[in-house]
T-cell receptor, first 112, second 119 residues
Framework: DQQVKQNSPSLSVQEGRISILNCDYT??????FLWYKKYPAEGPTFLIS?????DKNEDGRFTVFLNKSAKHLSLHIVPSQPGDSAVYFC???????????FGPGTRLSVLP | EPEVTQTPSHQVTQMGQEVILRCVPI?????FYWYRQILGQKVEFLVS????????KSEIFDDQFSVERPDGSNFTLKIRSTKLEDSAMYFC?????????????????FGPGTRLLVL
């Protein structure tokens, strides 16, 4: 039962270009979404969040877009840097829920 | 910057043995969580803890698992009789209460994880 899907297991992007990571969800009760970045042998690091009352949230090089009707969100990183190379997880939570459901992750490689 | 810490970083144990994984959440946080990630799989929620009791738990969190906040700083996960399939990376996370009347458990901050290997 994959409530949160990240259909691209990996993505390669040239340094300086835009990285777009996608996430789809099936549970219409989800109303709060997070993106985490994870380096090997480390815990997930919070990047950016979005609530369902918004369709966009921006923080520096990171922008998250939410399309509620399509149950789709995306993370844009621009410009991409080699240090952005990591596994990116999308996570979702339902109203008053505390347990986040994670997607399987997308491994981003930013090539110099 | 405050961070969640976990000990040990690695633990190897024999099947059937008890293990205790320890976490020190961020000091002003009131919500605590355990997640696990089996090698090559996604991060899975185990349990959330607030006000000295479990608030939510997943199907994975069966009777073999327990959590405790023995003092004002530590948050522990105990596995009573480990099985081979308990081998995974275990992450602790914590979050603050959020705004009054607002959502709880919004942004969760993760520790570095404990890699558990059951032989």
């Amino acid at each position: 039962d994959q409530q949160v899907k990240q259909n691209s297991p990996s993505l390669s992007v040239q340094e300086g270009r835009i990285s777009i990571l996608n996430c789809d969800y099936t549970n219409s009760m989800f109303d709060y979404f997070l993106w985490y970045k994870k380096y090997p042998a480390e815990g997930p690091t919070f990047l950016i969040s979005i609530s369902s009352i918004k369709d966009k949230n921006e923080d520096g090089r990171f922008t998250v877009f939410l399309n509620k009707s399509a149950k789709h969100l995306s993370l844009h990183i621009v410009p991409s840097q080699p240090g952005d190379s990591a596994v990116y997880f999308c996570a979702a939570s339902a109203h008053h829920g505390q347990n986040f459901v994670f997607g399987p992750g997308t491994r981003l490689s930013v090539l110099p | 910057e405050p961070e969640v810490t976990q000990t040990p970083s690695h633990q190897v144990t024999q099947m059937g043995q008890e293990v205790i994984l320890r976490c020190v959440p961020i000091s002003n946080h009131l919500y605590f969580y355990w997640y696990r990630q089996i090698l090559g799989q996604k991060v899975e929620f185990l349990v959330s803890f607030y006000n000295n009791e479990i608030s939510e738990k997943s199907e994975i969190f069966d009777d073999q698992f327990s959590v405790e906040r023995p003092d004002g700083s530590n948050f522990t996960l105990k596995i009573r009789s480990t099985k081979l399939e308990d081998s995974a990376m275990y992450f602790c996370a914590s979050s603050d209460p959020g705004l009054a009347g607002g959502r709880t458990g919004e942004t969760q901050y993760f520790g570095p994880g404990t890699r558990l290997l059951v032989l």
